[in-house]
């Protein structure tokens, strides 16, 4: 690290409205313990389940990890933040927080367009699902996705670490984020500003790419099944991911839509709250509540808890 000028910023958050500080906390608080129990929740079925080892539910609790990582690289520091009513931040810990956060996020892009490829191998090639997605091939893909996003992070990263900021230390946002930071900093951005658009629009258009082709196939090969049950029950294995997707790329769309500057920065704040924090709840949500199997082993391990209570009760 090098030795800079203001060495601890500021973060504003999502308002000054002193008025607004408990219901966001109690908002923020609320969600992101949600987001844990059910993110959660999906690993432990996934992980003890005998019926939940195939390649979508481990890609699911791929996802599962890595939303419980997004969030809590952002979410824990805002609450301390209110709590306390301590808005700096170290220059240390904001540039770890810029990266994990940056590496969180691109890495789901790239998981997502993976889990949309599984879903085109089971939907189109049911015959030779087990053979191209062994569980090798799997674990495979997994790492490349976090290779990906390391290598992807990594060249703004290290520009990053070179700025210098001396004349405001004030960040007009809840968390550290890149854009923000770069906007304060004293030293020439113009070069670091496009590496990141070019990584940001790369990542994007690659993912998207893969998604959209993985789905255009999907829906052909469904629409050519020959009976509606078929075709409901292949719709249905996909569903919960389009919504996701749909979520998760919809939120990075709105987000550049920038009708003014100010604007701007609260639609930034919106979208990275709906990000960080709600998406985490509902993506549990959307996959449990959709999938019979899920279901099925959340309340198996449901009646094996309250059997050995009650044993455990009787022997006491």
């Known amino acids: 690290m090098k030795n800079h000028t203001i060495t601890t910023f500021i973060l504003l958050g999502l308002t000054n409205d002193p ?15 949600l987001s844990i129990t059910g993110n959660m929740t999906i690993m432990f079925l996934t992980l003890f389940d005998c019926h939940l080892k195939t390649p979508m539910y481990f890609f699911l609790q791929n996802f599962a990890l890595l939303e419980i990582s997004f969030t809590s690289a952002c979410i824990p520091r805002y609450l301390y933040n209110i709590a306390t009513g301590d808005r700096s931040i170290t220059y240390n810990v904001c ?35 087990g053979t191209i997605m062994n569980r090798r091939v799997c674990r495979n893909l997994v790492f490349c996705c976090w290779l990906a996003g390391l290598m992807i992070i990594l060249p703004p990263f290290t520009m990053f670490l070179n700025l210098k900021f001396c004349n405001s230390n004030i960040v007009d946002f ?37 998604v959209v082709l993985s789905y255009i196939q999907i829906i052909i090969t469904i629409v050519r099944l020959p009976s509606a049950q078929q075709r409901k029950k ?33 639609i930034n704040k919106g979208v990275a709250v709906l990000m960080t924090s709600i998406a ?17 082993a959340f309340k198996l391990v449901m009646k094996i808890i309250s059997l050995h209570s009650d044993l455990t009760f009787q022997n006491q």
């Open 95 to 129: 540039v770890i927080q810029v990266f994990f956060i940056d590496i969180f996020g691109v890495i789901e892009f790239f998981l997502l367009a993976i889990m949309s490829y599984d879903r085109y191998v089971a939907i189109c090639k049911p015959l030779h699902y």
């Open 234 to 266: 292949a719709f249905s294995t996909c569903s919960s991911h389009m919504i996701v997707v749909s979520i998760t790329y919809g939120s990075c769309i709105f987000m550049y839509v920038k009708p003014s500057v100010k604007e701007s920065v609260v």
């Open 174 to 210: 809840f968390f550290c984020d890149a854009s923000p930071i770069l906007s304060i900093s004293c030293s020439d951005t113009w070069l670091i500003e496009q590496l990141v658009i070019v990584c940001a629009v790369l990542t994007f258009i690659l993912t998207l790419v893969c």
């Open 280 to 296: 985490p709840v509902l993506n549990p949500f959307i996959y449990t509540l959709r999938n019979k199997q899920v279901k099925q």
């Open 19 to 33: 008025h607004l500080q408990i219901p966001i906390f109690i908002f923020l608080f609320f969600t992101y313990m």
